[in-house]
């Protein structure tokens, strides 16, 4: 029994210290103590049970998670419920396709030309529910998150909303702003995503083996600016103009991630024509990087 007492301290403490995310209470955890017999000490606190076991000079032990089911599965390893990949960052490239899925624009909207290494995308994804379909290794998954994209024009240009017909324009800046050096031009958009993806693990540990994600991917529009970086003489400057640009308010798309445990390549494709119908070119936005997930 003296064993089982040092052991229990030992439990009481390393369990306190590990599950802070689930505000342990050692007080509690002494008021579920049971003991069944005088060689088996059982723990119940919150959905778990310890069971430590003295028999023949040694002693066992064993950690339960209680299901909704409450069919008693014993494991050494608390760390086997199902998770999906969507929480965590992403940074890639960004791009438009048009209606061929090709890259090259036509004369007229050559001013949407990008720059693909100096455009980024970047997603920070916060919230997550995954729903185990198959043994901890096939699940659905969906979630929260923002996406950033940051489209760096080729030319010395911008865009703006004509003020008569309401369609997407350029802005020549070689034209309207002569004095101008132009350093950089960018268009930036913001958008809140929500996906639903059918996960594959080929592992039940959710830190190692392949994982692959594939499904469909929302998008509710936050916000939309265009920034210039300029130089007139010696002073450097910044124009930035926040506008609608007549940007799709609400979108859908494709979206898949694989990769080896926390570490993944994702792709996303837009079915939504990133303007609206009539006031802008016909372009998809596309984007393609790598993930660092947080489960």
């Known amino acids: 029994m003296k064993k089982i007492a040092l052991i229990l301290a030992t439990l009481m403490i390393t369990l306190n210290i590990l599950g802070q995310t689930?505000?342990?209470?050692?007080?509690?955890?002494?008021?579920?103590?049971?003991?069944?017999?005088?060689?088996?000490?059982?723990?119940?606190f919150k959905r778990k049970t310890v069971k430590i076991i003295e028999d023949d000079g040694e002693t066992q032990i064993f950690v339960k998670k209680h299901r909704k089911n409450d069919d008693w599965n014993?494991?050494?390893?608390?760390?086997?419920?199902f998770k999906g990949s969507w929480t965590g960052f992403s940074m890639g490239l960004s791009n438009f396709v048009d209606k061929d899925f090709s890259l090259s624009r036509k004369t007229s909207e050559q001013y949407m030309d990008l720059n693909t290494g100096k455009s980024w995308n970047m997603?920070?994804?916060?919230?997550?529910?995954?729903?185990?379909?198959?043994?901890?290794?096939?699940g659905l998954v969906t979630g929260l998150g923002l996406e950033w994209n940051y489209y760096r024009f080729d030319n010395d240009n911008t865009i703006q909303e004509n003020s008569t017909t309401g369609e997407i324009e350029e802005v020549d800046l070689s034209v309207i702003q002569?004095?101008?050096?132009?350093?950089?031009?960018?268009?930036?958009?913001?958008?809140?995503t929500m996906p639903?993806?059918?996960?594959?693990?080929?592992?039940?540990?959710?830190?190692?083996?392949?994982?692959?994600?594939?499904?469909?991917?929302?998008?509710?529009?936050?916000g939309s600016n265009t920034k210039i970086v300029y130089k007139e003489g010696s002073d450097k400057n910044k124009d930035k103009t926040k506008d609608d640009y007549n940007l799709a308010p609400f979108r859908y798309g494709l979206h898949a991630r694989i990769g080896v445990g926390d570490w993944l390549i994702y792709g996303t494709y837009y079915l939504t024509p990133m303007f609206e119908k009539d006031k802008g070119p016909e372009l998809y936005p596309i984007s393609v990087g790598f993930a660092l997930s947080f489960e």
């Open 196 to 222: 639903l993806l059918l996960e594959f693990h080929t592992s039940s540990y959710q830190h190692s083996g392949i994982v692959f994600a594939a499904g469909a991917i929302g998008g509710l529009k936050l």
């Open 74 to 81: 014993w494991f050494w390893e608390d760390d086997n419920d």
């Open 178 to 192: 002569p004095t101008w050096n132009i350093e950089k031009s960018k268009f930036s958009t913001t958008y809140a």
């Open 123 to 138: 997603n920070i994804n916060f919230a997550q529910y995954s729903l185990n379909i198959y043994n901890e290794k096939i």
């Open 22 to 44: 689930e505000e342990p209470n050692t007080e509690e955890m002494k008021s579920e103590l049971q003991e069944t017999k005088d060689d088996t000490t059982n723990i119940r």
